[in-house]
Each structure stands twice: as structure tokens, then as C-alpha cells.
């Protein structure tokens, strides 16, 4: 009776777990650049009894444990904006930003221009090209940024592009390994980064999250259900526990 009790509680704390995973999902549906994250489940088995004053093998309980969270890299849909600065990457690639903590990572690709001609993410950090942070003239129009991330311009009265500088694109060995920082930013964990030229820039455009708002509603409404019948089960084991109880103590007279 015990081990029912013990087995809902483990099931429930990992449902409290999940719900928190899939309520940050459903928060970030409109973030660009967002990658969902899922939860992975095991199964736990306790050890029997082992003491020499037990006969014979229990019965091994089996308990659920939440085992780890891992990140769905997979793309968003594209979204064609039409701002010369908004750019979507198409592969693994990522964008090398510099914050007050370090070099980060992010597939947001909301950019814009700052008040010193730099070209920075909606949060303010700078994006970092091959030579590092890219700036512009005040004179610079008609941006452009091709398919491998050069960023040109028209200066004044210039018919001549001139370029700006290079996106600095990033992939890693194992993306699993890149820890979340909010702000819809990475930091790259036991992995180091590494240039990406596989990955090609989509101007005009932006990648938008990847989470599927219908499938993360109904599973919020599946965990909780199941959150429900568990609580209703232990109630249950509870009553029929305390009720064995009293009768166990109702010494005749």
C-alpha cells in the first residue's frame, strides 16, 4: 500500500517537472528563433531487500524518474518580413553575439542598428562577424546580406558596394551540449564552436519558434489530467490505509 503511494508521488513530481518544461514552451510560441525544449522519462527500480532475515527475493518497485531535458533543434517555419535586417538561417548554424558575459549564441534573427552604426540583436548585443562586431557608416544605405552572410553597402553617393563585414556563423559537435542563458541565447557548454559553411542567410526573413502551440496545449492538458487521476488515485490507497487501520483497531469487547 505504501509503494502506491510512493509511485504516484514520483509520478507526480515528474509531471510538476514536465509542466514547467511545457509552460516556457507555450510562453516563447512568438520567439524567434526559439527551440522547444522535451523531457525525457525512465524507469527507476529500487533494490529488494537483501538483510538475512528476509526469505526469498521481494519484488523489485518501479518508480518514474524524470532523467534529463534535451533541446528540439529541429527549424521553424520561415516568415518573410521584408526588413533588410532581419535575416533566417537556413542549417545548424547560429549567430555569434557579444554580451556582458561572453560570447553567446542565438538563432534570433531580429536585428537592428544601434546609435553607434553597430549591428546588434533586439536585446542589444552585438553581432560578431568573422572579424569582429559589425558597424556601419552613417552614410551606408541599401543594405544587403548574402546567402553566406557578407554584409554590403552602398556608401553616399556610391555606386560600389562596400562591405561591412561577415556573419560570423557557428555549429557544434554536439548541440546538446549548448546550455540556455534566457534571453533566447546559448552558451556553448562541452562542446566548442566551430565556423559553420554549411549554413546559408535568408535576408528579408525570420525563423520563427519551433513550437507546434496546438500539440503543446494538448499535452499541458495531458499532464495536468494526469496530474488529477493520480491525486484522485492516492486518495484513494490513503482512504482504504486509514480505514484498515480503524479496524485493525477495533478490539472487540
Keep these: ?35 522547444a525544449d522535451r523531457s525525457l522519462f525512465e524507469e527507476y527500480l529500487t533494490s529488494g531487500a537483501h538483510e538475512d532475515n528476509f526469505v526469498g527475493r521481494d519484488r523489485r518497485v518501479s518508480y518514474v524518474q524524470d532523467r534529463a531535458t534535451f533541446r528540439d533543434f529541429t527549424q521553424g ?40 552604426g553597430q549591428l546588434v540583436t533586439v536585446a542589444g548585443n552585438q553581432v560578431l562577424g568573422t572579424s569582429g562586431p559589425i558597424v556601419f557608416q552613417p552614410t551606408d544605405h541599401d543594405i544587403n546580406i548574402s546567402p553566406d552572410g557578407t554584409v554590403t553597402v552602398l556608401e553616399g553617393a556610391s555606386r560600389t558596394d562596400s562591405i561591412r563585414g561577415k556573419l560570423r556563423l557557428v555549429s557544434f559537435a554536439d548541440a546538446q551540449s549548448l546550455l540556455k542563458q534566457g534571453g533566447n541565447l546559448f552558451a556553448a557548454g562541452g562542446s566548442a564552436p566551430q565556423q559553420d559553411l554549411k549554413s546559408t542567410v535568408q535576408q528579408g526573413f525570420v525563423e520563427k519558434s519551433n513550437v507546434n502551440a496546438v500539440a503543446e496545449m494538448s499535452r499541458m492538458m495531458e499532464v495536468m489530467r494526469t496530474y ?20 485493525l483497531a477495533d478490539v472487540p469487547a
Design 1 to 35: 500500500m505504501e509503494n502506491a503511494l510512493l509511485v504516484g508521488l514520483s509520478r507526480q513530481v515528474t509531471l510538476e517537472r514536465q509542466l514547467d518544461v511545457v509552460a516556457n514552451n507555450i510562453a516563447n510560441v512568438n520567439t524567434a528563433g526559439y527551440k
Design 77 to 116: 517555419p520561415v516568415e518573410q518580413t521584408k526588413n533588410p535586417l532581419d535575416i533566417a538561417i537556413n542549417g545548424d548554424g547560429l549567430l555569434a553575439v557579444q554580451t556582458a558575459g561572453g560570447e553567446r549564441y542565438t538563432r534570433d534573427g531580429n536585428l537592428q542598428i544601434n546609435n553607434t
Design 228 to 247: 488529477t487521476h493520480i491525486s484522485t488515485l492516492m486518495q484513494q490507497q490513503n482512504d482504504l490505509q486509514k480505514t484498515a487501520i480503524e479496524k
